[in-house]
């Protein structure tokens, strides 16, 4: 990341950062805890509170910057005006001194795994932080911005479309930050790139820190995050700045709250502690619920997660405290808190949710019917290979069997649909794991105290959850997207159940250790595994990216479309782009648009339109009257190498120079990532979406 980025990055913490801290402050939240689940608190009410705010002003109609920045400053001011007359900074900074003060060697090597990520991060290139995905949001975004309000439509696929709402409140966000730091794509990207990145890593410090482990806990978080070396999905979405990373920021930092709510750091019998063990702490059950809520306006499937962990640190403290009843009340109100905000976000917000595919195949079954296609084509898997070959091939649908090992090779950082003849492993070997977990699990719970048994349990459930919840998807539904759901979604965060056994075992070997005197040297000895595991994870946050021309290649490209094509002129691509050429060239793409896996209404115009771009390609000679029933003013061709970067999915295989011999076209750019050729004759349709003056198309004629 360069160094002019640095006001970017400044502004985007503090945008986060200042308001999340006035209400830790003021609630509370974490008092007494170390700086690390004050931050963690702050990163995740931070995020929910600029995007409760935003969407509120959005709702009304009045997000504008000089509002939202008023909007900002007053909350800020009113909570920590309330957090003095609570005297809460006293309190907080009392109980960063004593945590740090107890095992100062924690301490030190937590913080320098987070400022390593933070240096590692500012040395990415910047436009390495988008992808095609990350453009789609960055677009919805625009569009909110640009309107100030709600938007009553939206421009994909070549029509007006009604907003989906499942991600309203990062749209939201998203919308302020870009009045913040801008529009332009690279800039925005990196600098919240590098907060959520910093957001993560502290949050998973926090709460394996709270769950008993504070010495591991530094190395747990880098095997959730920055791990590399055996790479999950946790790990590598946090190559670009994707939904799911904020959603997974607000619902880890719920979890924490409930962490908290529940006192099970505190679960070990001590003098202070109440007959029946530590009680339940209100407040921090409303922002565990608020947080959890806010989520799932942010992102579905970490809002999935976070309860499911909720439900599963519920149980193993009801299990382990006696089968009291407390902790599941706490619990419950949490997930019950949650399903009331989150239900009324995507509820009353315009649009709609976009899982109409979700109650059922009759849908599906009409748009076959509508398209003429035979019944065994499955539009999900068309729309996400683009081979209407592959999509009409019969697949079976897999059993518990097939599902155990599709969870198998996802713990093992692996996606089972992916896995090429040659790369398969044994039974034995994909099962190593999940035995060796459970000899760990076994193990702490025979001689760990009871917060590291309540941990493990959590653990253990949590898992079985996941699985659970993944098997019922794969049983019930035949579409690719759906019956997969669980290898592609909600089986990367299987790991989190893995990396919180490990990390507690250590620590359990560490108490041990300690058990006759010598904490110094358990916590000096766990410090340095964790300094040393530094250079082995956190310089690959750098090298995994190599240089970042194919995205500057793929810049200039649809830069230069953007500065030598009409407004009104369509662009034709030999690949499905979410939002690149709306962000960055400010033009309407043919094939551009959300991924509609489960709006089959949406999901029939992309497969026609995938269908027509397809025929064009393969004979492009006759093709004019396709060009000019959609309004195309350039075909944009990439280079077959194009496997990286954000300008989208190929749906067609073309030779850069196969248009170069078409009369009707010109060609007008030529780079590493493609060629541009422009429309001869081309002339505007009345009858298409308007593009100029549309919010978030920054359209100028050129």
């Known amino acids: 990341m360069s160094a002019d980025l640095f006001p970017e990055v400044l502004l985007a913490s503090l945008y986060v950062l200042v308001p999340g801290s006035a209400l830790c402050l003021a609630t509370r939240a974490g008092v007494g805890r170390s700086v690390f689940t004050f931050l963690s608190l702050a990163f995740g009410l931070g995020f929910a509170s600029v995007g409760a705010v935003s969407l509120l002003l ?27 007359r609570r005297g809460s900074f006293g309190r907080f900074s009392r109980g960063w001194r004593e945590v740090a003060g107890r095992d100062p060697w924690a ?30 949001y960055w677009a919805d975004a625009l569009e909110l911005a640009d309107a100030g309000r709600m938007p009553e439509g939206t421009l994909q696929w070549g029509t007006v479309l009604q907003p989906t709402t499942s991600k309203v409140v990062l749209n939201a966000f998203n919308a302020g930050a870009s009045m913040l730091l801008g529009r332009e794509v690279a800039v925005s990207q990196a600098a919240l790139l590098l907060v959520v990145t910093v957001g993560l890593v502290v949050t998973g410090i926090a709460l394996l820190s709270e769950l008993g482990m504070p010495r591991l806990a530094p190395l747990g978080a880098m095997l959730l995050f920055v791990n590399y070396v055996v790479p999950h999905d946790l790990s590598t979405d946090l190559g670009r700045n994707l939904a799911e990373n904020w959603g997974r920021l607000a619902s880890f930092s719920a979890v924490l709250a409930c962490v908290l709510a529940l006192a099970i750091g505190d679960s070990d019998p001590s003098p202070e502690t109440p007959p ?49 009843p407390s902790s599941l009340l706490a619990g419950s109100a949490i997930i019950g808190l949650a399903l009331v905000i989150g239900g009324a976000i995507i509820a009353l917000a315009p649009g709609e949710m976009g899982f109409t595919g979700a109650v059922g195949a009759d849908p599906y079954r009409q748009l076959r019917a509508d398209l003429h296609l035979p019944p065994t084509f499955d539009p999900t898997r068309f729309i996400t290979t683009h081979d209407a070959g592959a999509a009409a091939q019969k697949v079976e649908p897999l059993d518990v069997a097939g599902v155990a090992e599709t969870f198998a090779y996802k ?15 044994s039974t034995l070997i994909l099962a190593l794991p999940t035995i060796a977990a459970l000899l760990l699990v076994a193990g702490v719970l025979l001689v760990g105290p009871t917060r590291l048994r309540i941990s493990v349990l959590w653990a253990v459930i949590l898992g079985v959850i996941i699985f659970v919840v993944g098997l019922a998807f794969a049983l019930h539904y035949e579409e690719f997207v759906l019956a997969s759901f669980g290898n592609r979604r909600l089986f990367s965060y299987a790991i989190v159940a893995y990396v919180t056994v490990l990390t507690a075992a250590g620590e359990a070997a560490l108490i041990r250790l300690g058990a006759g005197g010598s904490w110094r040297i358990a916590s000096m000895c766990a410090a340095a595994v964790v300094v040393a595991s530094t250079a082995v994870f956190i310089p690959r946050i ?43 060239a400010g033009r309407a793409a043919v094939l551009e648009g959300m991924g509609p896996h489960i709006r089959p209404a949406v999901l029939e115009r992309a497969i026609r339109e995938i269908f027509g771009a397809q025929e064009f390609f393969a004979d492009p000679e006759a093709s004019l009257r396709y060009l000019r029933d959609r309004s195309v003013a350039a075909v944009v061709v990439t280079r077959p190498s194009t496997r990286s970067g ?24 030529r780079n590493a990532a493609g060629s541009v050729y422009l429309v001869n004759g081309y002339r505007p349709d009345p009858s298409a979406p308007g593009v100029a003056g549309r919010p978030g198309f920054l359209c100028h004629e050129p």
């Open 58 to 84: 959005a709702s009304i109609g009045v997000l504008r910057p000089g509002i939202l920045l008023a909007s900002w400053v007053a909350g800020s001011a009113i909570a920590l005006t309330v957090a003095t």
């Open 107 to 136: 301490t030190a090597s937590a913080a320098v795994v987070v400022i390593g990520v933070a240096i590692a991060r500012v040395m990415v290139p910047p436009l390495t932080a988008i992808a095609p995905t990350v453009t789609r």
């Open 276 to 324: 029946g063990g530590p009680g339940i702490r209100l407040p921090l059950v409303v922002v565990s619920g608020v947080l959890l809520g806010l989520s799932a306006g942010t992102h579905l499937v970490a809002a999935s997660f976070g309860a499911g962990a909720i439900f599963a640190i519920a149980v193993a403290t009801w299990i382990m405290r006696g089968w009291r």
């Open 411 to 425: 713990v093992g950082g692996y996606n089972v649909l992916r896995v090429v003849p040659g790369e398969e492993r």
């Open 542 to 584: 750098v090298g995994r990216e190599g240089s970042d021309e194919p995205w500057a290649s793929q810049l200039a490209l649809v830069t230069w479309v953007g500065q030598h094509v009409p407004c009104e002129g369509r662009v034709l691509a030999d690949r499905r782009t979410l939002g690149t050429f709306e962000v960055i």
């Open 646 to 669: 954000f300008i989208g999915y190929a749906i067609a295989r073309v030779r850069p120079d196969r248009l170069d011999r078409v009369p009707f076209l010109t060609p007008g750019f």
